[in-house]
């Protein structure tokens, strides 16, 4: 089997892998230089890098590769290591650079107001696939979604029926009402979305988590949660807003997201106040003019 086709194949599937190659040689090795290996998430393989104790080696340094998503380049000197006397190499020294191989990073965006339209574009140039639902078919539109790998201009509850977040998925729930907030953020935290961020101040938040808890959903399930959304820079803008969701999309996929300045609460910038009337008057007013 061809290995481009099956890290190709393995990208569709949604699936994660890795793959090793033989940079730099130095003297006799089972194998040459740049000979592949591909390591599936079930640990199966394709191709050969020469067998014996280095492939061994490599494909533990796979796994770990997948886990971490970060590359790494190993040094084998197979003249004085005796574990790798197994009669089946002459000696000499070789580099294996292992590369994660990813599924394609999908942003589902729900709501398609100014907010989304900017995650989007900014998202998109990161390396997210951004997909776009929105139950208003004007705003749900490829000309103010260019950079959308898929556009749905559907009822919300028909969409959530429809998509099936992974682990490797990010949802982003900017909607223009607390309502259909709160029915994607009950279907968000039920899937196994990697990222969940919802748009709104603290108070709104700390309201919708209560109302859900008070259906009965665990309140472990919202841990995972970033809401208020984004990194705290300061965002004013739907533009900047979109800047600092970006941001924090970078952060969780590049596992850098502990110790930022996460957003004390959407529109801080703009005068909002700790107190419950003062918080919700300035999200609503934010939403209709952001959403």
């Known amino acids: 089997m061809d290995i481009y086709e099956q890290i190709v194949q393995l990208r569709r599937e949604g699936r994660r892998g ?3 190659t033989i940079v730099s040689v130095r003297g006799s090795i089972p194998s040459f230089r740049t000979a592949k290996m591909l390591v599936r998430d079930d640990g199966s393989i394709v191709g050969t890098i020469g067998g014996g104790c280095v492939e061994a080696d490599v494909w533990q ?8 998503e970060k590359p790494r380049t190993l040094s084998f000197d197979l003249n004085q290591d005796p574990k790798y006397d197994t009669g089946l190499v002459c000696g000499g020294t070789l580099e294996i650079f292992i590369e994660p191989i990813l599924p394609p990073a999908l942003l589902y965006l729900f709501g398609a107001g100014h907010v989304a339209q900017n995650v989007c574009k900014v998202a998109a140039v990161a390396g997210f696939e951004p997909i776009v639902v929105d139950d208003r078919t004007s705003y749900a539109t490829q000309e103010r979604f260019p950079a959308a790998r898929e556009i749905h201009a559907l009822d919300f509850d028909e969409a959530m029926r429809k998509l099936e977040p992974n682990e490797t998925s990010y949802v982003v729930i900017v909607t223009r009402g ?3 907030d709160m029915r994607i953020l009950r279907w968000a935290v039920q899937s196994r979305a990697r990222y969940i961020g919802m748009i709104g101040s603290k108070r709104k938040v700390i309201g919708i988590f209560k ?3 008070e259906e009965g959903m665990p ?6 949660v970033h809401a208020p959304i984004g990194l705290d820079i300061g965002a004013v ?3 900047e807003i979109a800047v600092a969701i970006a941001a924090e999309l970078i952060a969780v996929r590049r596992h850098a997201e502990s110790n930022l300045p996460h957003m004390s609460w959407f529109g801080r910038s703009q005068g909002a106040k700790t107190d419950g009337a003062s918080s919700a008057t300035t999200d609503t ?5 952001h959403c």
């Open 61 to 68: 340094a796979a796994r770990e590769v997948m886990e971490s």
């Open 219 to 224: 309140a472990e399930l919202f841990d995972r």
């Open 285 to 289: 007013q934010e939403r209709s003019s």
């Open 178 to 180: 607390h309502r259909d």
């Open 18 to 20: 890795a793959i090793a």
């Open 211 to 213: 109302t859900l808890q």
């Open 237 to 239: 803008t739907p533009e």
